[in-house]
């Protein structure tokens, strides 16, 4: 299937909120939409494994239309995960139900990446399948919404590489910062230019956002951070433009999640290489405005609890009039501070959904 020619697009809310231009609602899309809360979602992964379902275009395909026919959603997201990346250089990743991702060998010592990381991969080749999902996905969306590609950030993969699983300190991977550092620079420079050309491929398959994943920050200190993670987001960032720019591609918008990075926060703003920031749940609404300060051509995106959509209709309706005072209903996109929880109710997904929409509209209109 081609990756020109694609339907033309009905909605471009959120592209045009990407740009910095007028908007008559705020748009929203709703980290992790498309998976484990969806009932027709759990009747695939009874019968797929979720690396099977990643793998397999019309199957990915698939899950990712499954909330935009629901819901009345302003963009897509690609069903795939930031840990292809690590499989796509030579580890075994496993998803274990109801435990998360797994690492049967992770890396254990700098010799490991001599022997356990594969350094001659593309990300062409190897994650092909993910841009035949994409490609796909454009295609039969048909236009109903821009479709979002994404990866995880450096730091954030190579922490999974060496926990080997889920964890609340990172302190085998924060082992590495302190007692390998040139070996940590290394990894982290691997996995940066794996990242650069994984974005870059899912743009040129018809990628029209993307947003970049730094998740662990909360376990680095302000200096790690500056020194193991900020460098590497703003290399990735340049980097896909420049390769963009070298093969004749669109640059398309570019969004950073980097949670619970509060210190780091202002520069990324300062930067001016992202186009919009999404923040989580606990960034304040002085934290805002001053982002907004920063840099006043800075779309940002957030930052609604996830736990809120357990309250009543009323309550959560509350929520999002509070969270659209705070910041506004331009050059912002409507989200969750994080993503979706499994056990969450169809219905108030709805709720958040439409009310973003209409309470944003309604203040539109008195403005």
């Known amino acids: 299937m081609s990756s020109t020619n694609f339907p033309p697009l009905k909605n471009d809310l959120i592209l045009r909120v990407c740009r910095g231009e007028s908007v008559e609602r705020?748009?929203?899309w709703i980290m992790?939409?498309?998976g484990r809360y969806l009932p027709e979602y759990k009747v695939i992964s009874s019968q797929h494994s979720f690396f099977e379902v990643c793998r397999t275009p019309s199957l990915a395909c698939e899950v990712t239309l499954q909330p935009v026919r629901r819901f009345d959603l302003d963009a897509a997201i690609i069903f795939s995960?930031?840990?292809?990346?690590?499989q796509a250089l030579g580890m075994q990743v496993e998803m274990i139900a109801n435990e998360g991702p797994c690492f049967p060998q992770p890396l254990k010592t700098p010799e490991d990446l001599n022997t356990k990381i594969d350094r001659t991969r593309k990300a062409s080749e190897e994650l092909k399948y993910v841009y035949e999902a994409i490609t796909l996905t454009r295609h039969?969306?048909?236009?109903?919404?821009?479709?979002?590609g994404f990866t995880g950030a450096p730091w954030t993969l190579m922490s999974y590489m060496i926990e080997g699983k889920a964890s609340t300190t990172m302190s085998k991977a924060k082992r590495w910062l302190y007692s390998y550092e040139n070996e940590s620079h290394d990894l982290l420079t691997v996995l940066a230019n794996f990242t650069i050309d994984h974005l870059v491929e899912q743009i040129a398959a018809g990628a029209q956002i993307v947003q970049l994943f730094e998740s662990h920050c909360a376990c680095l200190t302000p200096d790690l951070f500056n020194r193991f993670s900020l460098p590497y987001l703003c290399q990735i960032a340049?980097?896909?433009r420049e390769k963009l720019a070298q093969r004749e591609i669109p640059s398309v918008p570019f969004i950073l999640f980097a949670k619970d990075a509060h210190f780091g926060l202002h520069d990324l703003a300062k930067s001016g290489l992202f186009d919009v920031i999404s923040l989580d749940w606990t960034i304040t609404p002085s934290t805002i405005?001053?982002?907004?300060d920063e840099n006043s051509t800075l779309?940002?995106?957030?930052?609604?609890d996830p736990c809120a959509l357990y309250s009543s209709k009323e309550n959560l309706e509350k929520f999002v009039q509070e969270m659209l005072e705070v910041f506004g209903t331009q050059q912002y996109i409507a989200n969750l501070g994080h993503g979706i929880y499994p056990d969450m109710s169809v219905?108030?997904?709805?709720?958040?959904?439409?009310?973003?929409?209409?309470?944003s509209q309604e203040m539109n209109k008195n403005k």
């Open 347 to 359: 219905d108030n997904v709805q709720w958040f959904i439409d009310a973003v929409h209409l309470i």
């Open 140 to 148: 039969t969306l048909d236009g109903q919404c821009p479709l979002i």
């Open 32 to 34: 992790r939409q498309a």
């Open 299 to 304: 779309t940002l995106q957030g930052n609604l």
């Open 81 to 86: 995960d930031i840990l292809v990346i690590p």
């Open 289 to 292: 405005r001053s982002l907004r």
């Open 26 to 28: 705020v748009p929203i």
């Open 238 to 240: 340049k980097g896909v």
